[in-house]
């Protein structure tokens, strides 16, 4: 179908919402008021639950917003809207667009796209196109494989194919859907493919028909060639927080963060859009992980060593071992002259000695503070130091480090080493973290990447040890409603120092702490606050509107590349050789584990049975077992 008259297009617009505590971010709002720039009329449709709010912004785009059952998933919300309407009023319509809330745009105007497409003959079109791929990954898919089709999250059909027996009679009839494999199996993966065999025509505005080869998922595996060089207007928020394993099996992790970095350099969007969706909704290490925050400073130089006139800087030290304040002063001697540097210890002996030493220090101000011997570097924070923290900009917070329960005890020395080199290697390279915190004002945590030598080797996949359901509990406690997940990472400082802005930890900070509230010494157990609140900093930053961050100053990223370069080729060497990409091999070594666990599990039925159960009634029993498996 051709428009034949262009200044006269009546469009129809359904845009499906959900969001599990029904706010609607301003992505949204940016979103649609630019679609309906091109709209004559639009419908939200929520999934589940709307606040009040959000309600309100989305009433501020159009007077039609309804509330539905979740259930049925974007497709069963896209035939309630055609039902609202009823099948003779969407007829008088030119063109329905079928969009949903899964994207971030636009990045160029939708007129643009819409003034295009109106030129071209067509009965259905879309943005970009999925590649599709030889199998059904689902089950629920009538050709049995993925075909080439238009993503479903913007589709537009035409009057003649809206007029349709065919189109009327797809959703009429449209299965219930009750899983994300058959809201793909059931309309998007089959919808153009079936339309087209019904001989309607169809393109999509971004075309990648010569990336087949390179990708089956353009818009999320090549976003930046799409946006950059196609001009697409939109991109999928998954790319941000995604499963990492779909960049690694395909690229070298590159796709999220060059589409970031392009979008702040030449575009107008605004990226606070994403990030207060994304620290919102999305689990921190997802977001870690596509995003890439991990950040490499210079220690050898810097570039800007000027302290801004209304800046405060503190560091903020803990120090129990005497035999350690010279390694501790050595390090606080990295802060800029400006800087103020409170320490805190439980002796008034280990007190003297720090006065006396740190006298030395050239600084605008030095404090030695007395607090009780309990909650350790923990309650050096956030009670002893609690009056004072809130009169800084950025804070850094350090602690001398002894770690016995490994020998020799250059394990838990070089773990020591990893935390303060990254915090407090060198006075340039202070100055470059301040210039981070200045340059980047969502960051609020800088912290260095955990331990993951010798004996902490365990540390990488265990980061939660014994401590997720404690975490859990204290965030629920203090309101912190962020994607808190046992199987993701904390990205929070698991050695307690770091980097950080007060207001990014304010949550935290603002409780009226005791040390009645931690534990008494000596304490060598798993599982308290103190290691509950070590995990749940990063995730006060996100609840705040803030990200954490990995850092490390360049002497140190050449360890740390080194030792997980090394430790990975042994890995692969010591189990795989040189077959397969990293994903098939951790596939693999879960089948291995699994059907080991069978195994065992297996054996020790077979002893239970075999003691239980008298001989004639076994024997019968492992008949039955191999008749069955024959």
Known sequence: MK?????????????????????????????????????????VICNGKLTPEGRMKLSSITDKVIVRENKGFDVWAYKEGMEYF??????????????????YGPLYPFKEMFDEMNLRDLDFWGITTHHGYDFDPFGTIKYGYIPEHIQSSFIC????????FEFQNYWDKMPNVNSYGEAVGFHEA????????????WEVYVDTSDLKKHTYYPLMLMPLELVKNRRCPVIKRKCFFGEYNEFMTSTTGEPAVELYNFIQKNLSYDLDLI???????????????????????PDNFSKNNNILEDEKIALVM???????????????????????VYITTSSEKTKELIEHKFAELKVRKVKAILIENRGRDVSSLLVGAKDIIFNYDYVCFAHDKKTKQFEPYTIGESFSYKCFENILGSSDYVYNILQQFRENPRLGLLTPPPPNHAAFYGVLGTEWGANFENTKELAERLKINVNIDNHKEPISPLGTMFWFRPDALKTLLSIDWNYEDFPEEPNDNDGTILHAIERLYGFVAQHEGYYPSWVMSDSFARLELTNSHFMLRELNLSLFGTVGHHYSHVQLVHTIWSRSLKFLIKQKMKGIL?????KFAFNLLKKVYWKIRK
């Open 3 to 43: 428009f034949t008259n262009l200044l006269q297009i009546k469009r129809l617009g359904i845009y499906f919402f959900y969001d599990k505590d029904g706010v609607v971010d301003d992505y949204n709002i940016y979103f649609l008021q630019d679609l309906m720039k091109n709209l004559d009329d639009l419908l």
């Open 275 to 297: 990030w207060e969706n994304l620290l919102r909704v999305e689990n921190m290490a997802d977001i870690k992980n596509r995003m890439h925050l991990n950040v490499v400073l």
């Open 318 to 340: 803990h120090v129990y071992y005497e035999d350690l304040i010279e390694k501790c002063f050595e390090y606080a001697k990295s802060m800029p002259p400006e800087a103020d």
């Open 610 to 614: 075999k003691r239980v159960l008298p």
């Open 86 to 103: 009823g099948w003779d009023k969407i007829c008088n319509y030119d063109e329905l667009v079928l969009v949903n809330f899964t994207m």
């Open 157 to 164: 059909v035409r009057n003649e194919m809206l007029r349709s």
């Open 190 to 201: 089959i919808f153009t493919k079936s339309f087209s065999e019904f001989g309607y025509k």
